[in-house]
């Protein structure tokens, strides 16, 4: 949100789109400005088309209040959800109301080039179901699986795919987009979408994504917390359970013990042929005792691990995430159990560990949040109205 000194459209959009204030004497009773002014402003998004007027608010006796809305039509953004065996692409118009999606069992160990080359094709076919063209996307969000300079746009380095080291996102799309890019962590993406969308009424939140990795964000004071080069939350190396070895060289890490890439490891060597999280979570909904052992087993791990984020940070709740959360109990429950028991009486009290509202969805919502938010940025908006 911008800063109340400045008196620049930016300013009043972010209070339109946040929902807090809509009507012109909701928007003067908030910014503390002279009805002129706002007047200004609100004439400036009105003519560039940001905003509209949304209807008529009942008022107090005499002329109803006009009500603003975000122009919802007035442009797409499209979103790519990237994760280590499976992506998630979507089109949403400029509030993130999924339009269209796709998905397919590609990820990180394909390569940006493959990745980038399948969701540009699916966008172009999705756009054409739409009767849509790349003239009117706006804003593109992409998640991916590892830490991202939020300054730059840039991938930092190392990642845990070298193939994905100093990727500029922008780079694999065509240059007749001329939408604004934004890309972060597809944990923190999750983050966003959960903590706007899925659990509004909490401003504390840990949000975990278990997939073939296992990924964490944290939501402070409703602000996903990024750390100084963006790694904040890399929670599945900072524990060590056995002497596994994982894939960032060191041994026993919680990665290498309680993911999805360790209970496919762990399947493949019992004879099972498992290639994805999604046929983890099959094999236990056909109630298979080794899949259902391993991830009782893999959620107490992640659990116990969890009772010192919990002490740390002291969230609200803790939202599952990603695609082996679709397994449900006993993976849920012995997760819960774990931290539960182990907790601190401060921390634990009142701690509870949740599902992801969004399912599937918090992805691909996550990365229209963060274009609208690059979109709508209140210095840009601001600049353009001017």
Not at 55 to 77: H, T, V
Not at 189 to 202: F, K, N, T, Y
């Amino acid at each position: 949100m911008a800063h109340a000194m400045s008196t620049g459209s930016g300013v009043v959009l972010d209070f339109i789109r946040a929902g807090t204030a809509t009507t012109r004497p909701g928007l003067i009773a908030e910014l503390g400005w002279s009805r002129i002014t706002l007047a200004r402003r609100l004439d400036e998004l009105l003519a560039a088309g940001i905003i509209i007027v949304a209807g008529q608010s009942d008022s107090r006796g005499g002329r109803p209040a006009e009500s603003f809305a975000i122009n919802k039509d007035a442009g797409l953004l499209l979103s790519v959800d990237i994760g280590g065996s499976h992506t998630r692409v979507a089109v949403t118009d400029l509030v993130s109301t999924i339009l269209i999606e796709d998905e397919a069992d590609i990820g990180l160990w394909e390569g940006p080039d493959t990745v980038f080359t399948w969701a540009n094709q699916v966008f172009d076919y999705l756009l054409r179901q739409l009767g849509k063209t790349r003239a009117e996307v706006r804003g593109i969000g992409i998640g991916v699986p590892g830490p991202v300079d939020a300054a730059t746009g840039r991938l930092a380095a190392p990642q845990i795919d070298e193939q994905w080291n100093d990727v500029l996102v922008q780079n694999y799309f065509p240059a007749d987009f001329t939408a604004i890019f934004a890309v972060d962590r597809d944990v923190n993406i999750m983050a966003v979408a959960e903590s706007r969308l899925g659990w509004p009424e909490h401003q504390d939140l840990t949000v975990l994504k278990v997939g073939l990795g296992i990924g964490c964000a944290f939501v402070l004071d409703g602000r996903v917390y990024r750390g100084a080069r963006g790694g904040a939350g890399d929670f599945s190396h900072s524990y060590r359970f056995g002497a596994e070895l994982c894939s960032c060289g060191q041994n026993g890490c919680l990665e290498a013990v309680a993911s999805g890439y360790a209970i496919r490891r762990e399947l493949n060597a019992l004879g099972y042929r498992i290639r994805t999280t999604g046929d983890i979570v099959a094999l236990s909904r056909m109630g298979s005792p080794d899949a259902v052992r391993l991830l009782a087993a893999a959620g107490a791990e992640i659990g116990q691990a969890l009772v010192d984020v919990a002490g740390l940070l002291n969230p609200a709740m803790i939202v599952l995430g990603g695609q082996l959360a679709e397994a449900g109990d006993p993976y849920l429950s012995s997760l819960r159990e774990a931290l539960l028991a182990q907790a601190r009486a401060f921390s634990g009290s009142g701690l509870t560990v949740e599902p992801s509202r969004l399912g599937n969805k918090a992805g691909v919502l996550g990365a229209s949040l963060i274009a609208q938010d690059a979109l709508f940025d209140a210095d840009r908006i601001s600049r353009l109205t001017r």
